[in-house]
Structures are given as structure tokens and as C-alpha cells.
Nanobody, 126 residues
Framework: QVHMGGAGGGSVQSGGSLRLSCAAS????MGWFRQAPGKEREGVAT???????TYADSAKGRFTISQDNAKNTLYLQMNSLKPEDTAIYYC????????????????????????WGQGTQVTVSS
């Protein structure tokens, strides 16, 4: 059974940082997704059980996904936050990896994930 709890959200000014955490059992794929008001859910970052990461273009260079297997915790370090990062952030786990260019990776598609956390609000003000 997977327990999904998310924490670390809050309100920051543009340029600030936050670190989200999620208590989740280790899974083949783990990821962070977000949904802003009036917008569809989008993938932010994923990580395989072996540590291969995938980032949305909007997250590259600013966000870092990581996992602590000893603590069964998934993290998302977010730096240089922008107002457009404002959203509810969800952690998720799933069983499906894909193979491309010599490596396995997890897609940024929420349909590939089965278990979801309850979400944590991130608000970035200008």
C-alpha cells in the first residue's frame, strides 16, 4: 500500500525557493505534477527508481527532483520561482517506464501514474 503525503508548499516572492516533499514508497516511477487554476494538469519532473530524471522545459535548470529511498521520500527543490509556477503540486507514483536513446525514463504524462498525493499549494507573488 502506498501512502502519499505532500508537504512544503507555501507562498514566496518571485525568485525565491521552496522544497516540496512527499512520503511515498519507492516505485518504478515517481513524479511531480501541477495544476494551475483554469489549466490542465502538467508534468513537472519524474524520476525512475534508478535515478534517471526527466524535466518539463519550464522546470529545467530551476527544479531538481530527488528521492531518499531510506526515508521513502520524494523531493522537488524549486529555485528561481516565477509567478507562473503558482499551482497545486501533486506527487505521484507509477509502474511504467519507457525506453529511448539507450535509457529508461518515466514520462511526464499523468496517465502513466496510478497513485497520487493530496496536493500542496505553491503561490509565487511578483
Amino acid at each position: 500500500q502506498v501512502h502519499m503525503g505532500g508537504a512544503g508548499g507555501g507562498s514566496v516572492q518571485s525568485g525565491g525557493s521552496l522544497r516540496l516533499s512527499c512520503a511515498a514508497s519507492r516505485s518504478t516511477c515517481m513524479g511531480w505534477f501541477r495544476q494551475a487554476p483554469g489549466k490542465e494538469r502538467e508534468g513537472v519532473a519524474t524520476i525512475t527508481s534508478s535515478g534517471t530524471t526527466t524535466y518539463a522545459d519550464s522546470a529545467k535548470g530551476r527544479f531538481t527532483i530527488s528521492q531518499d529511498n531510506a526515508k521513502n521520500t520524494l523531493y522537488l527543490q524549486m529555485n528561481s520561482l516565477k509567478p507562473e509556477d503558482t499551482a497545486i503540486y501533486y506527487c505521484a507514483t507509477g509502474p511504467r517506464v519507457f525506453y529511448s536513446n539507450g535509457a529508461y525514463y518515466c514520462r511526464l504524462n499523468g496517465r502513466e501514474f496510478d497513485y497520487w498525493g493530496q496536493g500542496t499549494q505553491v503561490t509565487v507573488s511578483s
